[in-house]
């Protein structure tokens, strides 16, 4: 089963212009993570918030964290054609079984030069 | 290595037969994860190895599947008698982290490696 559910499914932008992604979750957590997938490859993680905070920078990404909401968003600012990947969140389970990360769909983003 | 390796990158079997995926984690990673993505979808957890300990193995799909880790660093995932429905690429993950140790831990970030991909004919 997937706790995490990234809206939209996909999402198609032009060079220059923002993204943002939003993940909902259904239990508890520790902490959401937000991981970047290019096609044919493994994941790489890209952020961490975790419960007790509300917004995180890194670069041109800005993750923020409602959990009253049980939700999340990741933005990108100024995104460039490199961009073009699929996003994942993931979070693990309060109380739960550590190490088990529990990942969303994706949302499948497009950045055309 | 400098990464996670996994291998093979790419396997075809007919049903039936059995596959072995292996995995190279990060050298002094302590946490080992293997997931499974089919196509279009996020990795779905399979099992959780804490050095040699096989701490979760609730997401694996069947008793067809067995993962190991014997020596506390390189881990297995074998799968036996495929099935179609087994076809997806298996992601294995190493974590530095001591996950579970101290109560209330936080799952920290996960180093994946590109992924073996499986199809059963």
């Known amino acids: 089963s997937q706790q995490g559910e990234e809206d939209p499914q996909a999402l198609s932008i032009q060079e220059g212009e923002n993204a943002t992604m939003n993940c909902s979750y259904k239990?508890?957590?520790?902490?959401l993570q937000w991981y970047r997938q290019n096609s044919g490859r493994g994941l790489v993680h890209l952020i961490l918030?975790?419960?007790?905070?509300r917004e995180k920078h890194s670069g041109r990404l800005r993750v923020t964290l409602d959990t009253s909401k049980k939700s999340s968003s990741l933005l990108i600012t100024a995104s460039r054609a490199a961009d073009t990947a699929s996003y994942f969140c993931?979070?693990?389970?309060?109380?739960?079984?550590?190490?088990?990360?529990?990942f969303g769909k994706g949302t499948k983003l497009s950045v055309k030069p | 290595g400098a990464g996670v390796s996994q291998s093979p990158r790419y396997k075809v079997a007919k049903r039936g037969q059995d596959v072995a995926l292996r995995c190279d984690p990060i050298?002094?990673?302590?946490?080992l994860f293997w997931y499974q993505q089919a196509l279009g979808q996020g990795p779905e957890f399979l099992t959780y190895?804490?050095?040699?300990?096989?701490?979760?193995k609730s997401g694996l799909p069947s008793d067809r599947f067995f993962a190991e880790r014997p020596e506390g660093s390189v881990s297995t995932l074998k799968i036996q008698r495929t099935q179609q429905e087994d076809s997806a690429v298996y992601l294995c993950?190493?974590?530095?982290?001591?996950?579970?140790?101290?109560?209330?831990?936080?799952?920290?970030?996960?180093?994946f490696g590109e992924g073996s991909r499986l199809t059963v004919l």
């Open positions: 239990t508890s957590i520790n902490n």
């Open positions: 918030i975790r419960s007790n905070e």
């Open positions: 050298s002094g990673h302590v946490s």
């Open positions: 993931a979070t693990d389970r309060y109380g739960g079984s550590q190490g088990n990360l529990i």
């Open positions: 993950a190493s974590s530095l982290g001591l996950l579970g140790v101290v109560a209330g831990a936080h799952t920290g970030e996960l180093f």
């Open positions: 190895f804490q050095n040699e300990a096989q701490l979760d």
